[in-house]
């Protein structure tokens, strides 16, 4: 059965009234899950709150306390131009990066597989020691990091297909031979990295504004699946961001539901052909609340087969 994780607190981070990452975001993918008739086919669990010990096999130990020691207790705090945290934030990212070893937990001990995490904010910007574009601790990289230290794993695929390159997630991970990072973005567009890289476990697909699904896919079949094939991982995890959506007005590229559909397929045949179906899927970006919802829904879809 696929697990569906969350946790209340990720409704309490507040970052602000015109900040895209809002609570309503979760909301709206509930309410799409509800009218789907999924939410009966799946089993929720709430998230725990990530230790200091998980955090800090993905992140520097000074940049772990700095955050800690940034939350505050009314108001607003910048932690960079677009990354604020609130008396909220700092709770809901803990249960947010908690997700993903939860989910790890529950794959690797057969309880349920795949996973989907529904989680705020997002993490693949962070990098080992800074936050940035809305980010504070790398989810995706703590439940990785998570898998590599607790389980007998020896491959790990990451798969990015945010419409913002996940600079924090390669940078993590840069060289690291246990991890294949597939990466597909616009560019140029924030954070402006991914499209210049000398490690050999990197496979960034940078796209030109205006790509449609057609080419979308066509890259992703020259490029992804066949680093995919060849590196055979153990455990797929997922960094899913659809913010790449046609109708999501912080980018300039053009997919739709299908889209985010068939490439969910597609990494479910490698994940049955080389990880015993193991895929953890955990929220990124997607800012329309209504276009976010439909494509999650088409993605858990997928994902349950």
């Not at 070893?101 to 989907?116: A, H, Q, S, T």
């Not at 945010?162 to 991890?179: A, K, L, P, Q």
Request: charged content about 20%; glycine content about 8%; hydrophobic content about 45%.
């Amino acid at each position: 059965m696929l697990g569906f994780i969350s946790h209340p607190a990720c409704h309490d981070h507040d970052a602000g009234p015109l900040h895209p990452d809002t609570p309503e975001r979760l909301d709206a993918i509930n309410n799409q899950l509800i009218m789907s008739g999924l939410d009966f086919v799946v089993r929720h669990h709430d998230a725990p709150e990530a230790t200091r010990a998980q955090l800090i096999r993905a992140h520097d130990p000074a940049y772990v306390d700095r955050i800690f020691a940034a939350a505050p207790e009314s108001g607003f705090v910048e932690i960079d131009g677009d990354t604020v945290m609130s008396p909220g934030t700092l709770k809901a990212a803990l249960h947010a990066a908690g997700a993903g070893v939860m989910g790890v937990d529950l794959i690797m001990e057969g309880r349920d597989n795949p996973v989907f995490c529904a989680v705020r904010p997002p993490g693949h910007h962070a990098t080992r020691d800074r936050a940035m574009g809305f980010c504070l601790f790398n989810n995706i990289a703590v439940a990785a990091a998570h898998a590599l230290a607790e389980y007998d794993l020896a491959r790990i695929a990451i798969l990015d297909f945010d419409v913002h390159h996940g600079n924090g997630t390669e940078e993590i991970f840069h060289s690291d031979d246990r991890i294949l990072f597939c990466s597909s973005f616009q560019h140029p567009f924030y954070p402006f990295t991914g499209h210049e890289s000398d490690a050999t476990n990197l496979v960034d697909v940078p796209l030109p504004a205006g790509t449609g699904g057609e080419d979308f896919r066509a890259a992703i079949r020259e490029h992804w699946l066949p680093a995919l094939e060849q590196f055979k991982p153990q455990f797929l995890f997922v960094s899913a961001g659809f913010d790449a959506h046609v109708r999501d007005d912080m980018s300039s590229l053009a997919l739709t539901e299908n889209d985010y559909r068939w490439l969910t397929t597609e990494m479910v045949k490698i994940a049955r052909t080389h990880a015993q179906g193991r895929i953890l899927s955990m929220l990124e970006g997607g800012y329309e609340p209504g276009a976010l919802a439909r494509s999650v829904v088409a993605h858990v879809n997928a994902l349950i087969g």
